[in-house]
């Protein structure tokens, strides 16, 4: 089954090469697990002259006692303590994107913003220039990624694919099934001003 696949080596185009001096701004690149959001992030970034990759897997990591998870891969009911923990990291994501920001830097935030949390992402960017990517391989492209790391939610998982497929199709909805990760961050640098949302 074909993937996206990593690669070292970029030679930017000149479209790219005439958007590396970037504005500070947010870029959200969003997805499912396993959509490739971190490693498209990290190569967004490295191709923009003062950039910053804010991880939220990374944020979420730094809780070191009492944090929730998913149960039996089910959705997280509106105010459990897993649904309050994603929204905090997510919440303390965008404080540090707009810090960035504010020191002339983007801000390459990914995370898992789909359903109402987009309105969330919203509410915590209010005023600050923000972008917004959803990450699209094949489904049974991402599920294969987490049979590859044995899952235990690979089956118990479809509702987020739902959910997902019912947020609001602001921003740039990119199918990246297939491409490699340079070929898919030069389609969102040279896709920029599809990127652009109103919030």
Same mark, same amino acid.
């Given at each position: ?19 590396? &001096? ?23 970034? #490295?191709?923009?002259?003062?950039? #910053? ?19 039996? %891969? ?12 994603? @929204?905090?990291?997510?919440? &303390? ?5 707009? !810090? ?14 789909? %359903? ?5 992402? +919203?509410?915590?960017? &209010? ?8 990450? !699209? ?7 294969? @990624? *987490? @049979? #590859? ?7 118990? *998982? ?13 921003? /740039?909805? /990119?199918? +990246?099934? %297939? ?18 949302? !109103?919030?």
């Amino acid at each position: 089954m074909t993937t996206m696949r990593a690669e070292t080596n970029f030679e930017p185009t000149k479209s790219v090469i005439e958007k590396l &001096q970037l504005p500070p701004c947010v870029i959200v690149i969003s997805g499912l697990p396993g959509s490739g959001k971190s490693t498209t992030a990290r190569a967004v970034a #490295a191709r923009l002259s003062r950039a #910053a990759h804010i991880e939220a897997d990374v944020l979420h990591g730094m809780i070191t006692q009492g944090k929730a998870s998913p149960k039996g %891969g089910e959705k997280a009911e509106a105010g459990d303590e897993f649904d309050l923990q994603l @929204r905090m990291r997510l919440e &303390q994501a965008c404080v540090l994107a707009r !810090s960035f920001v504010d020191h002339g830097f983007t801000a390459i935030v990914d995370d898992i913003v789909i %359903g109402h949390r987009l309105t969330q992402m +919203s509410e915590h960017l &209010q005023g600050v220039e923000t972008r917004f990517v959803m990450l !699209s391989p094949d489904f049974d492209v991402v599920k294969a @990624r *987490w @049979r #590859a790391i044995d899952s235990p939610f690979v089956d118990s *998982w479809d509702w987020i694919e739902e959910e997902r497929l019912e947020t609001d199709p602001v921003g /740039l909805w /990119l199918d +990246s099934t %297939g491409k490699t990760i340079n070929e898919v961050a030069e389609e969102i640098l040279n896709r920029l001003d599809e990127t652009s949302i !109103s919030i």
